[in-house]
C-alpha cells in the first residue's frame, strides 16, 4: 500500500534548467551592455564551461568569468549580471502545470510527502519557499542531510526514516533514470520516470513507471493500491 511519494526537484516539480537557461542569457546581456567584451555564444560557452567544471549549482560563476577575461573581477559588470539573473530567475522559477494541484490532491488522500534533492541544502529550500511549497511537504533530503548524492541509497533510506514508511510503501518520482530511478529502486521503492522533465533524450528509463504529465501519479497510485489490496 503505497503510503508515502517521494519527489525530486530540480526538472521534476520546476522546471530548473529551463529556468537556468533563462537567467544566465539575461546576465549575459547585462554583462555586455555594462564592459563584457563577449559575444553572447562566447559568453554562453566559458559559463558552460565553468559549470561542468564546478557543478550547475556554482554560486560564483559570474566572478569566474570575469576573472578568466580579465584576470579580475570588474564589479559594474558583476552586478549587472546578478541582479538581471536574479530577477530572470525569479520569472522563470515556475512549476510545471498540474504540480500544485497534484500535490494539494496527494494531501487531501493523506498521503505523506518529501522531496530528495542533490542540490545544497540552502538553494533547494529557497527554491522551494519561493514557490511556496515548502509548508507541504513532511521532509526535505539535500545533500548537505547525507553528504552523499543519488543514486547513493543514503538519501532515500533517511527519507524513508523521516517519513516512516517502508521502501515498499513509496514511490519516487524522478527524471534522471541514473539517478532516481536507479537509486530509489535499488532498495525497493517503487519508481516513477518523470518523462516530462527529461533533458537527455532518454528512450528507456527502466521505472517501474513512465509518466507525461505529473498528475498521472494519481492513477499509478490507484493501480498499486489495488494491486496491494487483490494481493
Keep these: 500500500m503505497i503510503k508515502a511519494i517521494i519527489f525530486d ?20 546581456h547585462a554583462m555586455i551592455d555594462a ?26 560563476v559570474f566572478d569566474q568569468l570575469l576573472y578568466d577575461v580579465f ?38 488522500r493523506g498521503l505523506k510527502l518529501a522531496v530528495v534533492s542533490d542540490a545544497p541544502g540552502r538553494e533547494a529550500w529557497l527554491r522551494l519557499s519561493y514557490l511556496n511549497f515548502a509548508h507541504l511537504f513532511d521532509c526535505i533530503v539535500t545533500f548537505d542531510d547525507t553528504g552523499e548524492r543519488k543514486p547513493s541509497p543514503a538519501p ?5 526514516e523521516m517519513l516512516r514508511v517502508q ?17 530509489a529502486g535499488q ?14 533524450g532518454t528512450v528507456e528509463s527502466n521505472a517501474d513507471y513512465d509518466i507525461n504529465d505529473i498528475s498521472e501519479i494519481l492513477g499509478v497510485i490507484e493501480k498499486e493500491n ?4 487483490a494481493g
Excluded: C
Excluded at 9 to 28: C, E, P, S, Y
Excluded at 226 to 229: C, D, G, I, M, V
Design 187 to 200: 532498495i525497493g521503492i517503487t519508481t516513477v520516470f518523470a518523462r516530462y522533465g527529461d533533458t537527455f
Design 71 to 108: 584576470k579580475k573581477v570588474d564589479y559594474k559588470i558583476l552586478s549587472a549580471g546578478v541582479i538581471s539573473y536574479r530577477r530572470a530567475r525569479e520569472a522563470s522559477l515556475v512549476p510545471y502545470p498540474h504540480v500544485t494541484l497534484t500535490l494539494v490532491e496527494l494531501l487531501k
Design 35 to 60: 564592459g563584457l567584451q563577449l559575444s553572447p555564444d562566447e559568453a554562453q560557452q566559458r559559463i558552460d564551461e565553468i559549470y561542468k567544471e564546478r557543478g550547475i549549482e556554482f554560486q560564483n
Design 167 to 183: 521502501p515498499d510503501e513509496a514511490l519516487m518520482v524522478g527524471d534522471w533514470p541514473e539517478r532516481d530511478v536507479l537509486g
Design 9 to 28: 526537484l530540480d526538472n521534476t516539480l520546476v522546471d530548473f534548467m529551463g529556468m537556468k537557461r533563462n537567467a544566465v542569457m539575461a546576465a549575459i
Design 226 to 229: 489495488s494491486s496491494a489490496k
Design 156 to 160: 532515500f533510506r533517511k527519507a524513508l
